[in-house]
């Protein structure tokens, strides 16, 4: 297992588009994150999930982001009516229960850019 | 709530000196762990190091070293003798109790000069 696999690595969308993203955690991994990281700024949690439950959904953002991890593999996250505000590195990450050795394994991100 | 502050936005310096990154956390849990992460140009957040709340010793992996002092609520990171691989953005972060949310600070630029 190479770690953790999110795509696509960029995406331009235009305002008011959905779209989705996609990660793949690592196999033996139960825990996945979004986070969220806006130029300048450090990541920003989102969202998590304990294998296909989503345990912790009070920081989306709005009403317009939603995410799923359907089998407890992979998860995607939509955000519906792209805005501009929305443009920013998409974070995903994976864990080994929550209190792994090496924290969390992040992956290389989804840039959205909305115009 | 917790709080990651990293007071120095961007520190600049010439290769081979060493250079201190300060982080000051907040937060009301009694068990915690605290993470610095770098973070290249290519984007992906690298792991450096993980702490827990009752382990106040400090750390030293090769070139980087590490000083917690829970009594300043502090976790600084020192790199010695640096270099112009060291050129990233370097984040520090609190983990909750629950294990559950990373709390990040705004995070340090670093620019080593040749």
């Known amino acids: 297992d190479t770690g953790v696999s999110q795509d696509p690595r960029h995406k331009i969308t235009k305002r008011g588009q959905n779209v989705t993203f996609r990660c793949d955690p690592i196999?033996?991994?139960?825990?996945l994150y979004w986070y969220r990281q806006t130029l300048g700024q450090g990541p920003e949690f989102l969202t998590y999930?304990?294998?296909?439950?989503?345990?912790?959904k009070s920081r989306l953002l709005s009403d317009r982001f939603s995410a799923e991890r359907p089998k407890g593999s992979f998860s995607t996250l939509e955000i519906q009516r792209t805005e501009q505000g929305d443009s920013a590195m998409y974070l995903c990450a994976s864990s080994l229960g929550g209190l792994g050795t090496y924290g969390y394994t992040f992956g290389s991100g989804t840039r959205l850019t909305v115009v | 709530a917790q709080k990651v502050t990293q007071a120095q936005t961007e520190i600049s310096v010439v290769e081979k000196e060493d250079v201190t990154l300060d982080c000051v956390y907040e937060?009301?849990?009694?068990?915690?762990?605290l993470f610095w992460y770098k973070q290249p140009p290519s984007g992906e957040l690298v792991f450096l190091i993980r702490r827990n709340s009752f382990d106040e010793q400090n750390e030293i992996s090769g070139r980087y070293s590490w000083n917690f002092q829970k009594s300043t609520s502090s976790f600084n990171f020192t790199i010695t003798a640096s270099q112009v691989v060291d050129s990233a953005v370097y984040f520090c972060a609190l983990l909750n109790n629950a294990g559950n949310m990373l709390t990040f600070g705004g995070g340090t630029r670093l620019m080593v000069k040749p």
């Open positions: 196999s033996e991994h139960n825990r």
């Open positions: 937060t009301r849990d009694t068990t915690y762990y």
């Open positions: 999930f304990q294998n296909e439950a989503q345990l912790e």
